[in-house]
């Protein structure tokens, strides 16, 4: 696994938000979204593998470069923190 080839991508109906993965990427690439679960920003993930190895989930998959970079990202939080 390496950037060029593909980033990690994230299957929400897995991820319980348990913040693991946040914690471990030193590239700061996941976030957690108002629903509670993580996301990858494909930009700035680096292809690493961490997140896949250490998730006891298995939320996080490899996904070739196109099309993780394809996936929309998930609007920002609101500022007024109401979730929608
Ligand atoms: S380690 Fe796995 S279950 Fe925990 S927040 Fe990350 S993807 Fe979700
Ligand atoms: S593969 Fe590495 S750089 Fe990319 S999100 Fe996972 S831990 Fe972060």
Redesign the pocket.
């Known amino acids: ?1 390496n ?1 060029t080839t593909g ?2 991508l994230i299957d929400p109906t897995r991820c319980i938000g348990c913040g693991e ?1 946040i914690e ?7 976030r957690r979204l108002p629903d509670g679960h993580s996301f ?2 494909p930009l ?9 190895q250490l998730c006891a989930r298995h939320a ?1 998959g490899w996904a070739p470069t196109e099309a993780a970079r394809s996936r929309p990202a998930p609007r920002p939080a609101p500022a007024c923190g109401c979730g929608r």
């Not at 471990?24 to 996941?30: G, Y």
């Open positions: 696994m950037f980033r990690a993965c471990a990427c030193t590239m700061k690439a996941i990858v920003e700035w993930c680096a292809g690493c593998g961490s997140c896949i996080p």
